[in-house]
Nanobody, 115 residues
Framework: QVQLVESGGGLVQPGGSLRLSCAAS????????MGWFRQAPGKERELVAR???????NYADSVKSRFTISRDNTKNTVYLQMNSLKPEDTAVYFC?????????WGQGTQVTVSS
């Protein structure tokens, strides 16, 4: 069955870094666009970054120049490198896979930015 398993979340001080990973299985990973979304308490889920099957990327304006999304098709894994973290980056981060009408979600990993 399809699985998206996120890891790498945690508590970090403002200005710090974290690297999220999402290990995928159960579908043809290389054919899917992969994305990271986040949801803060009381807010809607929002797109953070996305990478297509061809490697093209796009980012939310709020994370441009601080976050980098990448994928390793040999490991069926997508990454989100997060630098210069701010308290407003605090949220549950979800991994997403999309191909045409097929959309899959991970269970989420908590990222808390606080001193």
């Amino acid at each position: 069955q399809v699985q998206l398993v996120e890891s790498g979340g945690g508590l970090v001080q403002p200005g710090g870094s974290l690297r999220l990973s999402c290990a995928a299985s159960g579908f043809t990973f290389g054919s899917y666009a992969m994305g990271w979304f986040r949801q803060a308490p009381g807010k809607e889920r929002e797109l953070v970054a996305r990478i297509t099957s061809g490697g093209n990327t796009n980012y939310a304006d709020s994370v441009k120049s601080r976050f980098t999304i990448s994928r390793d098709n040999t490991k069926n894994t997508v990454y989100l490198q997060m630098n210069s973290l701010k308290p407003e980056d605090t949220a549950v981060y979800f991994c997403n896979a999309q191909y045409l009408y097929r959309i899959y979600w991970g269970q989420g990993t908590q990222v808390t930015v606080s001193s």
